[in-house]
């Protein structure tokens, strides 16, 4: 059973920097893409970071050349190095799994809250 937990969260100012890390486990780490995904009161989730099983990256613009996605996998962690944050920025976070494209993800985690404040 695959099993996702974030931390990292928290509140920062405009400008600064935070990392999100999600502890996963019961998957195969050769098959599996894993994902960055963000929700803000009232928007629909976005994709901000995803990472493929040959570790191959891909960001939005919005967030682009700020995060950085990178995983572990003697410690079965994903990371997500957020600089330069914005009050844009402010979301809940979500780590993900899939077999698949990581489009639409078959695991999550809980979420971890982000607030940046100008």
């Known amino acids: 059973q695959v099993q996702l937990v974030e931390s990292g969260g928290g509140s920062v100012q405009a400008g600064g920097s935070l990392r999100l890390s999600c502890a996963a486990s019961?998957?195969?780490?050769?098959?599996?893409?894993m994902a960055w995904f963000r929700q803000a009161p009232g928007k629909e989730r976005e994709r901000v970071a995803h990472?493929?099983?040959?570790?191959?990256?891909t960001y939005p613009d919005s967030v682009k050349g700020r995060f950085t996605i990178s995983r572990d996998n003697a410690k079965s962690t994903l990371y997500l190095q957020m600089n330069s944050l914005k009050p844009e920025d402010t979301a809940v976070y979500y780590c993900?799994?899939?077999?698949?494209?990581?489009?639409?993800?078959?695991?999550w985690g809980q979420g971890t809250q982000v607030t940046v404040s100008s």
């Open positions: 993900a799994l899939d077999y698949g494209s990581c489009v639409r993800p078959t695991y």
């Open positions: 019961g998957y195969t780490y050769s098959r599996a893409c």
């Open positions: 990472i493929d099983s040959a570790d191959r990256t």
